[in-house]
């Protein structure tokens, strides 16, 4: 699919993307695009559009390199679809210095948070250098919108692990408060990528390489992108900091499977000794001797019953004392 923009007062505007009009765009996004539309789009702006397979390469230099007279920047994108599992994807960032020419398969909020933005209020997008700062802060912006929900939930997880110790109340199971640490440290590993990539492409564009490089990126603002790499060391520093609180929440949890693991065992053992001595005891007066005179006495039955009542009484007294138990 392909949404094309064009500038109108400092803002951004839709409009037809017909194969003259295009070259009149600041900002094309291509949404998983077909084959003919990414023919339509190399014929009318003379751009290679890289293919999904292209996009998908790990290299640096495969990711940000200038080709034809643009810029080709790929990064990583967190996409969180509702009720479904966060997603990560690659974006390419076509740069000329008319336009911005986006391609992605997959569909991250901040790009429909973007073209909302652009298109009610004047961001200053007038050519592909302004476009691709302002979208770039954007994502940038939910990157951190998304680090601090995540923060809030890893402080109600720790809550979760510590009750779930507790011998009543609600507490979570641990199965599911382990399934949350794991989708916390998914998402969270997905987020330093995503910022690895973007930290990457705002290293290209502040020392650009190449003649071609330095023309197409002269006159780039300077001051934002300064910003922009501030923004982004400090969520990469937030990020690590969630990582190890995870790693901690994942060791605590473990602990207290072992704990609980623990009490299972010593509550097994203590019953075990508690019906030992009551054991013994039957065993005796269940053996067949002739000479045993107990046997004869009226009260012999009641008598092995209160010595197997105290033989167990006892043992489980000295563990409440001892506060075994």
Known sequence: ?????????????????TADALRDMVWIDLEAPTRDEETAIEAALGLDIPTRED???????????DDRGALFLTAQVVAMPDAREPEIGPV???????????????????MVVFADRVTSQPMGCTDGRSTLLALLETLVDR??????GESRKLELLSRSIFEAHRPKGKAQTLAVIVQRIGRAEDLNGKISESLATI?????????????????????LDKARLKTLVRDVKSLQETAGTQERKILFQLDATLGVINIRQSDIIKVFSVV???FLPPTLIASIYGMNFDVMPEI?????YPMALGLMFLSALIPWLIFRWKKLL
Do not use: C, N
């Open 1 to 17: 699919m392909i949404t094309a923009y064009r500038a109108s007062g400092g803002r951004l505007e839709q409009a037809d993307a």
């Open 55 to 65: 996009m998908q390469e790990i290299e640096v230099s495969s990711r940000l390199y």
């Open 92 to 110: 390419t960032f076509v740069l000329t210095p008319e336009r911005l020419v986006t391609v992605r398969y997959h569909t991250p909020r901040s």
């Open 143 to 148: 990157l951190a919108d998304i680090l601090e």
């Open 199 to 219: 930290q990457r492409i705002l290293g290209f564009l502040s020392i650009p390489s190449g003649a071609a490089a330095m023309a197409m990126l002269k006159g």
């Open 272 to 274: 075990a000794f508690v």
């Open 296 to 300: 004869h006495w009226p009260w012999g």
